[in-house]
């Protein structure tokens, strides 16, 4: 359906349901397996069987799975192995008015040597988006150049040991080679948001890389998640924050990605959830958040990394509403690639800042986060998901289906 504006009868700024364009980019051949995989992953008894067997075969290095998940999930949701071999989903892009968002996905580590290598692989990212006008930020995990347990320890206010001491500054260099890097290439980070008893420790380390680089041009952002009861206030003091501090906040806004952990967790531990108690309390805090960062757009470069349409449509009428450029720095969408091509390249259609997340990295690393993908679009009602029509719907039009 065409989302309508409730304002009068002005036509709406961007259409959604126009399926030619989302999948403009797909073979026939390409649309089919597509369909094939959502249809798969639409299964939700199925996804839950695949998802432990999968990640039990990548553990054990049974024979050919790695082809196999390469040829298929791997496909649809990374860009490839290496940063080069991204280097045709950037172009391929680039060519639908797209920007790419390079996501190294491996899971969080334990290990010194991993942390190093996690900022290592970051900054060859941050290095090889310098040389691309089609790769404007690089995004990382925090919990992938630091101990759990340390971020934990932080937040939870125990004293510094000698060793723990010697380790968070460790961190602070690892994330500060990271955004002098960027800063120097004249590209942007975005660091992840996490588990909430670890985030705290995370806006802290962000909050200084943002006071240190983000004078000028907004380099650094952090993410905000929505879903939480107390996000959007804090949204609000990192702004007041940043005023008082005399530098720009970056702020990339999600709904958030722990929800039944979060939930799980105060159950287990008696504290009050810290997530709204339903869909619409996020959903409006979520679109108050929007509305805040584009009214301060001036002062807060803000990404609106969301796959719902009503929160996508609400931007681009704020957008349109104010009088601002559709490509001002400042006013980011960006959507998971191989997920809701219908808002990304309609938007990119409509002259809108838009990108995709594009995670690489070697297959069994990333395993982890295809699993999380393929749980995210099976349909526990078991009605289809919204991919899953939309490229049913493309199919139909093309006389496919």
């Given at each position: 359906m065409v989302l309508a504006i409730k304002e009068g009868r002005e036509q709406a700024v961007v259409d959604f349901s126009n399926t030619e364009a989302a999948f403009a980019a797909l073979s026939d051949a390409e649309l089919k397996k597509a369909a094939w995989l959502f249809g798969l992953m639409n299964k939700h008894w199925l996804v839950g069987i695949?998802?432990?067997?999968?990640?039990?075969?990548?553990?054990?290095?049974?024979?050919?799975?790695?082809?196999?998940?390469?040829?298929?999930?791997?496909?649809?949701?990374?860009?490839?192995?290496?940063?080069?071999?991204?280097?045709k989903t950037i172009d391929k892009l680039a060519g639908q008015g797209c920007l790419t968002i390079l996501d190294y996905g491996?899971?969080?580590?334990?290990?010194?040597?991993?942390?190093?290598?996690?900022?290592?692989?970051?900054?060859?990212?941050?290095?090889?988006a310098s040389r691309s006008e089609h790769i404007p930020v690089v995004s990382t995990k925090i919990t992938g150049m630091a101990r759990f347990g340390l971020l934990e320890a932080i937040q939870q206010g125990e004293s510094f040991?000698?060793?723990?001491?010697?380790?968070?500054?460790?961190?602070?260099?690892?994330?500060?080679?990271?955004?002098?890097?960027?800063?120097?290439?004249?590209?942007?980070?975005?660091?992840?948001?996490?588990?909430?008893?670890?985030?705290?420790?995370?806006?802290?380390?962000?909050?200084?890389?943002?006071?240190?680089?983000?004078?000028?041009?907004?380099?650094?952002?952090?993410?905000?998640?929505?879903?939480?009861?107390?996000?959007?206030?804090?949204?609000?003091?990192?702004?007041?924050?940043?005023?008082n501090g005399g530098y720009l906040l970056g702020a990339k806004l999600v709904r958030g990605a722990y929800m039944?952990?979060?939930?799980?967790?105060?159950?287990?531990?008696?504290y009050p959830s810290p997530i709204h108690p339903n869909k619409a309390a996020t959903d409006d805090a979520y679109d108050m958040a929007l509305r805040f960062c584009?009214?301060?757009?001036?002062?807060?470069?803000?990404?609106?990394?969301?796959?719902?349409?009503?929160?996508?449509?609400?931007?681009?009428?704020?957008?349109?509403?104010?009088?601002?450029?559709?490509?001002?720095?400042?006013?980011?969408?960006?959507?998971?690639?191989?997920?809701s091509d219908n808002i990304t390249f309609n938007l990119a259609r409509e002259g809108f800042n838009v990108a995709k997340y594009v995670p690489y990295g070697p297959v069994r690393e990333v395993v982890p986060y295809l699993i999380r993908r393929a749980q995210e679009n099976s349909s526990v009602t078991g009605d289809m998901s919204r991919e899953f029509q939309l490229v049913q719907n493309e199919m139909k039009r093309r006389g496919l289906a």
């Open positions: 695949g998802s432990r067997l999968g990640l039990a075969a990548i553990r054990l290095h049974l024979p050919f799975v790695e082809s196999v998940v390469k040829s298929t999930i791997f496909e649809q949701f990374c860009g490839g192995t290496t940063l080069l071999e991204c280097q491996a899971e969080a580590k334990e290990r010194e040597e991993d942390f190093n290598h996690t900022m290592n692989e970051t900054i060859r990212a941050i290095e090889f040991t000698k060793e723990s001491r010697k380790e968070y500054k460790s961190v602070l260099k690892r994330l500060d080679s990271i955004c002098h890097v960027a800063a120097r290439r004249g590209a942007s980070v975005f660091f992840d948001a996490e588990e909430s008893w670890i985030q705290d420790s995370i806006d802290h380390l962000v909050t200084i890389m943002m006071r240190r680089y983000n004078r000028d041009k907004v380099v650094v952002y952090n993410t905000f998640q929505l879903y939480r009861k107390d996000r959007l206030q804090f949204l609000i003091d990192a702004f007041n924050q940043s005023r039944e952990k979060e939930r799980e967790r105060a159950e287990k531990m008696g584009v009214d301060n757009y001036e002062y807060i470069a803000s990404c609106n990394a969301s796959h719902n349409q009503e929160s996508n449509l609400l931007q681009a009428e704020l957008i349109r509403r104010k009088g601002l450029p559709r490509n001002h720095p400042h006013l980011n969408f960006c959507q998971l690639y191989g997920m």
